[in-house]
């Protein structure tokens, strides 16, 4: 591995191998997300907690200060909409002379594995992949599942995780599912997990320690913490968990005894 490739993920990847990504590309296909209307309003507090912004280029140009210390994490697949016939109908939306100017460590692309686009979107990744491996670029695939969240199991995971790899993913982002070591084991790149729509509290410091005990190397998870009341505490107490091994009782702790230090 070039010298170039090795910076980009020591930016992404902590000492210890894990991070905690903060992805706000919802807007891509959802339009103005809740609490993401305004991106840069929502992410201000958040972002000193961050090893990287998740971020299309529209919102990275006119969202984010220029002078920030957090990696970008430029997404580049898009090109369909959540009212639209069909989510899975992506193509790439960058070049990459774009994601060089952006100055971005690491490039997204989503793969459909199981959907009529499926071929469509994993070619999007094996051609993004040869561009960016020329500039010592990685690429971070994310298995989407659409509108279909009932597909988020280990098998259909663990496959979609593989073939991701198998394409050249250096990092692959999916979402946490119930046995998720079997999704991990498969996979020879890391894994990294999604949120999904919000869920109740404890619940997601739950999965969250559940998962990086079966081998996830962090999170790349927006909704659960920036629609959160609390998204400070949120994002601190989910940070113990990745980068100090915290507990799930002593990630709750810390987000009780936050939370109720916030008289915001
Ligand atoms: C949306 C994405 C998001 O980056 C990903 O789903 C993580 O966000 P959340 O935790 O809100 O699900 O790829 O297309």
Same mark, same amino acid.
Request: glycine letters at 10%; charged letters at 25%.
């Given at each position: *591995?070039?010298? !170039?490739? %090795? ?12 991070? *905690?990504?903060?992805? +706000?590309? /919802? ?19 958040? &972002?000193?907690?961050?090893?990287? #912004? ?19 994490? #430029? ?23 774009? +994601? +060089? ?21 994993? &070619? ?6 040869? $561009?960016?491996?020329?500039? !010592? ?25 593989? +073939? ?13 599912? $119930? ?6 084991? =498969? ?7 999604? !949120? =999904?729509? %919000?869920?109740?509290?404890? =619940?997601?410091? $739950?999965?969250? /320690?559940? @998962? &990086? ?16 009341? /609390?998204?400070?505490?949120? &994002?601190?107490? #989910?940070?113990?968990?990745? /980068?100090?091994?915290? @507990? ?17």
């Amino acid at each position: *591995m070039d010298w !170039g490739m %090795k910076n980009r993920l020591a930016q992404l990847f902590a000492k210890d191998g894990n991070c *905690m990504f903060l992805p +706000i590309d /919802h807007g891509y296909f959802q339009g103005p997300t809740r609490k993401l209307e305004k991106p840069g309003n929502t992410v201000a507090p958040l &972002m000193q907690y961050a090893d990287g #912004l998740f971020v299309t280029r529209g919102v990275l140009r006119n969202a984010i200060d220029p002078a920030t210390s957090a990696p970008v994490v #430029l997404r580049v697949s898009g090109g369909s909409s959540v009212i639209g016939a069909d989510l899975a109908n992506e193509e790439i939306t960058t070049s990459i002379a774009e +994601i +060089i100017r952006l100055n971005a460590s690491a490039a997204g692309v989503s793969v459909f594995v199981g959907t009529d686009y499926e071929r469509q979107s994993l &070619m999007n990744l094996a051609k993004l992949v040869n $561009e960016c491996e020329d500039y !010592g670029i990685p690429v971070m695939a994310v298995t989407a599942v659409g509108k279909e969240l009932e597909k988020r199991d280990a098998r259909y995971l663990a496959l979609c995780c593989r +073939i991701a790899a198998e394409l050249g993913a250096r990092v692959v982002k999916t979402y946490w599912c $119930e046995n998720f070591d079997k999704v991990v084991d =498969g996979c020879p790149v890391p894994v990294i997990m999604a !949120g =999904g729509p %919000k869920v109740e509290d404890k =619940g997601v410091i $739950e999965f969250v /320690h559940d @998962g &990086m005990q079966r081998g996830a190397k962090g999170v790349n998870l927006g909704r659960n913490i920036w629609q959160h009341e /609390h998204p400070v505490a949120m &994002m601190r107490a #989910l940070r113990s968990i990745i /980068h100090e091994s915290a @507990g799930v009782e002593q990630a709750w702790d810390m987000f009780n005894t936050l939370k109720n230090a916030d008289k915001s």
